[in-house]
């Protein structure tokens, strides 16, 4: 009995056959090249046995791949991120607790993530990446004063930070809003206070999403959206949010729009 394995090779396939014998496995690897190998290739057929031979084979078994950072053996990208840290010393980051599971839509998660890492293609970044021609204008579309980068479009910009102005102003708020999106997250998700945090957590995201809708629309389809209009769609999709999650109910959408801190007074 035998068992054949086919490994690529620069010029061919390089075949490597195991004897297996009925009674007893041999320990070892039986190494066939199918050509001559150049020079530089001379050592991979010793070190591809060294390699081999620490793995067992059982006979009349199925081969199966098992990940042995997990006792059960499926693969996860969160035992992979643990060992990548604990093998490299590297701080894990803190910005992960404000992003996932934050109880919003996916798509809106993966923007917030997207805006905090510094991927969502607004003007700037598409010119670095060669995806704008060089004389293509970078000046953002609603000041025409700076260029359009994610902090300005999504927090700075004196259009977008009316809108951040006015929830501030509902909610009886005076903020500062910081130089990036990560260290606003961190703000809203743990410096508006125990309970209204609950609520900016919903809040903050929804805001960064409906000012990227409303520069899209304007982009692509020429269509203004003032600000008032963004901000009562901000407002109630939050409120329906927060009253799937059980944090305030239906009859109470008046107090929401007027007065949100008479929920948890």
Not at 1 to 30: A, K
Not at 210 to 239: E, H, M, P, Y
Request: hydrophobic fraction near 45%; include cysteine; proline fraction near 6%.
């Amino acid at each position: 009995m035998g068992r054949t394995f086919f490994f690529g090779s620069i010029h061919g396939p390089m075949e490597c056959r195991l004897p297996v014998d009925v009674d007893q496995v041999q320990q070892g690897w039986n190494c066939f090249l199918s050509h001559p190998l150049d020079f530089f290739e001379s050592t991979h057929p010793s070190r591809l046995q060294v390699f081999l031979n620490r793995f067992k084979l059982i006979d009349h078994s199925i081969d199966e791949v098992i990940w042995k950072a997990d006792q059960l053996g499926p693969f996860s990208v969160s035992d992979a991120v643990k060992l990548i840290v604990q093998a490299g010393n590297f701080p894990s980051p803190a910005w992960p607790k404000v992003v996932w599971g934050n109880n919003v839509p996916s798509k809106i998660m993966l923007f917030h993530w997207l805006a905090i890492k510094q991927s969502v293609p607004v003007r700037v970044i598409l010119f670095k990446r060669h995806i704008l021609p060089p004389n293509h204008s970078l000046l953002c579309n609603w000041c025409m004063n700076e260029d359009e980068t994610i902090e300005h479009l999504l927090l700075h910009c004196p259009w977008s930070f009316k809108i951040w102005a006015e929830l501030f102003r509902w909610w009886n708020l005076r903020w500062i809003i910081p130089c990036s999106v990560e260290a606003f997250s961190f703000d809203w998700f743990y410096g508006m206070g125990l309970n209204a945090s609950k609520y900016w957590k919903l809040i903050g995201p929804a805001t960064l999403w409906a000012i990227w809708i409303a520069r899209n629309d304007f982009i692509f389809k020429g269509k203004f959206t003032c600000r008032s209009v963004i901000v009562r769609n901000i407002k109630l999709k939050v409120f329906l949010w927060a009253t799937n999650l059980k944090l305030c109910h239906g009859f109470q959408a008046y107090v929401w729009d007027q007065n949100p801190f008479l929920l948890f007074s």
